[in-house]
């Protein structure tokens, strides 16, 4: 077997091999013959890392023109009848919140909404809307609340355009942070800027300012940069509530690794971009700062959820949100005995899609652009195409029946329950969970892990990454040494690492796990 290419490392300084995923994921072999078939056996050097990027790139912009070409069907201007938005699957709140919410007419989220009710969202999410209704104005948007319905149709339609960008580059920064966070291995990146569901969901909200937020900070934490990441999490948090999930996580694992400092950075980051961005409009505008807040305690089961299947079956939950909580933190709960429990300290990418994925199972809605939210986490902790089509089956099954659901095409002519949207979203969750199990068995069992290997701790790990783990219990069990046999912590000589190099070239049938 021609041997991996071989990189630096910054943290640690062990040489991190740059993963082949032609040789060493099962279904990126089987469908390499499309492209001329696996890496050879006598390759000397893989893709460049900027050939990489801008294959990866490249391809990510791709998937997000085939996204605005399939918008298309549901754009509406002067004249031009649109399709129904549920039946061509091109739902979007982007023009609706625009009108709905008084921006066409010049009201301003939160300080001023005029006659309308006030946006339902974040505050960096009304400053982003706010920042695009300005510049469509300043690009020849008409505003005002005397429009007439052309003039609100030609407005809106711009407005949408700037998103259409807006979003588009906030898409290919996910893609970048992809790229840069786990070292050694590019073309993990290639999941989420081809994946499908971005195709299918990426202009439906504004959820990838939080998505991009998320992956900024993912990076950040693994270029050792705890505060800025930290940061990062809490701009995400003031954009979508999810961010402040992985807080959790990253905290119990620095306490494992004894990495208080970086904890406190990372905590202290938080709160202070938090509270940066919520405070002057808290203060100003108290209650229209309240209603994301009253609107997420008021909503009971909706689209999506397991709640919601349950009350289309006519079985309702009492005290839905203490439920819905209660059984969070009983997750979350689980969540952190893995994290001390595991013979290894468990890395960062697997712990971040568990924790958001349980949020997402126990909460009260799940709309279907929320699939933004776990894609990148689940290319971070479990980096195989397998778990990637697992994943993206049910999500797409998902997304074609919440609009056939919404549309009424998928209730029986008899009148009956819509059975078929209630076996999409068991299908979904049952998707979702089954990557999760897998990612728990890697965690439990280290030696399944595709990320791990010979020197390879935790790539995205920052600070964490070849860390001293603390004792954990009375008898002195700890992460231990590496598969290779040298303790976390220490750096492998690259003698050692070419000798093993040498020694795989000879061995082309070793089982993946034991690399």
Same mark, same amino acid.
């Given at each position: 077997?021609?041997?991996?290419?071989?990189?630096?490392?910054?943290?640690?300084?062990?040489?991190?091999?740059?993963?082949?995923?032609?040789?060493?994921?099962?279904?990126?072999?089987?469908?390499?013959?499309?492209?001329?078939?696996?890496?050879?056996?006598?390759?000397?050097?893989?893709?460049?890392?900027?050939?990489?990027?801008?294959?990866?790139?490249?391809?990510?912009?791709?998937?997000?023109?085939?996204?605005?070409?399939?918008?298309?069907?549901?754009?509406?201007?002067?004249?031009?009848?649109?399709?129904?938005?549920?039946?061509?699957?091109?739902?979007?709140?982007?023009?609706?919140?625009?009108?709905?919410?008084?921006?066409?007419?010049?009201?301003?989220?939160?300080?001023?909404?005029?006659?309308?009710?006030?946006?339902?969202?974040?505050?960096?999410?009304?400053?982003?809307?706010?920042?695009?209704?300005?510049?469509?104005?300043?690009?020849?948007?008409?505003?005002?609340?005397?429009?007439?319905?052309?003039?609100?149709?030609?407005?809106?339609?711009?407005?949408?355009?700037?998103?259409?960008?807006?979003?588009?580059?906030?898409?290919?920064?996910?893609?970048?942070?992809?790229?840069?966070?786990?070292?050694?291995?590019?073309?993990?990146?290639?999941?989420?800027?081809?994946?499908?569901?971005?195709?299918?969901?990426?202009?439906?909200?504004?959820?990838?300012?939080?998505?991009?937020?998320?992956?900024?900070?993912?990076?950040?934490?693994?270029?050792?940069?705890?505060?800025?990441?930290?940061?990062?999490?809490?701009?995400?948090?003031?954009?979508?509530?999810?961010?402040?999930?992985?807080?959790?996580? $990253? %905290?119990? &694992?620095?306490? =494992?690794?004894? +990495?208080?400092?970086?904890? #406190?950075? @990372? !905590?202290?980051? /938080?709160?202070?971009?938090?509270?940066?961005?919520?405070?002057?409009?808290?203060?100003?505008?108290?209650?229209?700062?309240?209603?994301?807040?009253?609107?997420?305690?008021?909503?009971?089961?909706?689209?999506?959820?397991?709640?919601?299947?349950?009350?289309?079956?006519?079985?309702?939950?009492?005290?839905?949100?203490?439920?819905?909580?209660?059984?969070?933190?009983?997750?979350?709960?689980?969540?952190?005995? $893995? %994290?001390? &429990?595991?013979? =290894?300290?468990? +890395?960062?990418?697997?712990? #971040?899609? @568990? !924790?958001?994925? /349980?949020?997402?199972?126990?909460?009260?809605?799940?709309?279907?652009?929320?699939?933004?939210?776990?894609?990148?986490?689940?290319?971070?902790?479990?980096?195989?195409?397998?778990?990637?089509?697992?994943?993206?089956?049910?999500?797409?099954?998902?997304?074609?029946?919440?609009?056939?659901?919404?549309?009424?095409?998928?209730?029986?002519?008899?009148?009956?329950?819509?059975?078929?949207?209630?076996?999409?979203? $068991?299908?979904?969750?049952?998707?979702?969970?089954?990557?999760?199990?897998?990612?728990?068995?890697? !965690?439990?069992?280290?030696?399944?892990?595709?990320?791990?290997?010979?020197?390879?701790?935790?790539?995205?790990?920052?600070?964490?990454?070849?860390?001293?783990?603390?004792?954990?219990?009375?008898?002195?069990?700890?992460?231990?040494?590496?598969?290779?046999?040298?303790?976390?912590?220490?750096?492998?000589?690259?003698?050692?690492?070419?000798?093993?190099?040498?020694?795989?070239?000879?061995?082309?049938?070793?089982?993946?796990?034991?690399?």
């Amino acid at each position: 077997m021609p041997p991996p290419v071989v990189s630096s490392r910054p943290t640690g300084g062990v040489p991190v091999e740059q993963d082949a995923p032609t040789r060493a994921d099962p279904v990126a072999r089987a469908t390499s013959g499309w492209l001329g078939g696996p890496l050879g056996r006598h390759a000397r050097a893989a893709a460049s890392p900027t050939t990489v990027r801008v294959v990866v790139l490249a391809l990510a912009v791709a998937s997000w023109v085939v996204l605005v070409l399939r918008q298309l069907p549901c754009r509406r201007l002067p004249g031009v009848e649109a399709a129904d938005r549920y039946q061509a699957m091109c739902y979007s709140d982007i023009p609706l919140l625009y009108t709905a919410r008084g921006l066409a007419d010049g009201y301003r989220p939160y300080l001023d909404a005029g006659p309308h009710p006030v946006l339902e969202y974040p505050v960096l999410t009304g400053a982003l809307l706010e920042l695009e209704r300005r510049v469509a104005v300043l690009l020849g948007a008409p505003v005002g609340p005397g429009l007439s319905g052309d003039e609100t149709l030609r407005a809106t339609d711009l407005f949408l355009g700037v998103n259409v960008v807006v979003l588009g580059a906030l898409f290919l920064l996910v893609v970048l942070a992809q790229l840069g966070t786990v070292r050694g291995r590019p073309w993990d990146a290639l999941m989420v800027a081809v994946s499908p569901t971005v195709m299918a969901a990426g202009l439906i909200n504004w959820d990838l300012l939080a998505v991009a937020c998320t992956a900024l900070a993912v990076l950040a934490w693994s270029r050792s940069r705890p505060g800025w990441a930290g940061v990062l999490i809490g701009l995400g948090a003031a954009a979508k509530l999810y961010p402040l999930l992985l807080l959790g996580p $990253l %905290v119990l &694992l620095c306490l =494992r690794a004894r +990495r208080p400092r970086a904890a #406190a950075l @990372l !905590v202290a980051g /938080a709160t202070a971009s938090w509270l940066a961005v919520n405070l002057p409009v808290a203060v100003l505008a108290p209650d229209a700062w309240l209603a994301f807040w009253q609107f997420n305690a008021d909503r009971g089961a909706e689209f999506g959820s397991f709640w919601y299947v349950l009350a289309l079956a006519g079985i309702e939950v009492p005290g839905l949100n203490l439920v819905s909580f209660g059984l969070l933190a009983l997750l979350c709960a689980g969540i952190a005995a $893995l %994290v001390w &429990l595991a013979p =290894r300290r468990p +890395r960062v990418g697997q712990l #971040a899609y @568990l !924790v958001v994925l /349980a949020f997402l199972v126990t909460g009260k809605v799940y709309s279907p652009q929320y699939v933004l939210w776990l894609l990148p986490l689940l290319v971070l902790a479990r980096p195989r195409w397998r778990e990637w089509l697992v994943f993206t089956t049910g999500e797409l099954v998902y997304f074609a029946a919440v609009w056939l659901h919404l549309g009424g095409w998928l209730a029986p002519g008899s009148g009956g329950p819509d059975v078929g949207y209630w076996l999409a979203v $068991l299908l979904r969750i049952g998707a979702e969970l089954w990557v999760a199990g897998v990612v728990v068995r890697d !965690v439990l069992h280290p030696e399944h892990d595709p990320v791990r290997g010979p020197g390879v701790d935790d790539p995205s790990g920052g600070v964490l990454d070849g860390s001293q783990p603390a004792t954990l219990t009375a008898g002195g069990r700890g992460d231990g040494p590496r598969s290779d046999g040298v303790p976390e912590g220490e750096g492998v000589p690259i003698e050692q690492v070419l000798a093993r190099i040498e020694a795989r070239r000879h061995h082309p049938d070793r089982p993946e796990g034991s690399r």
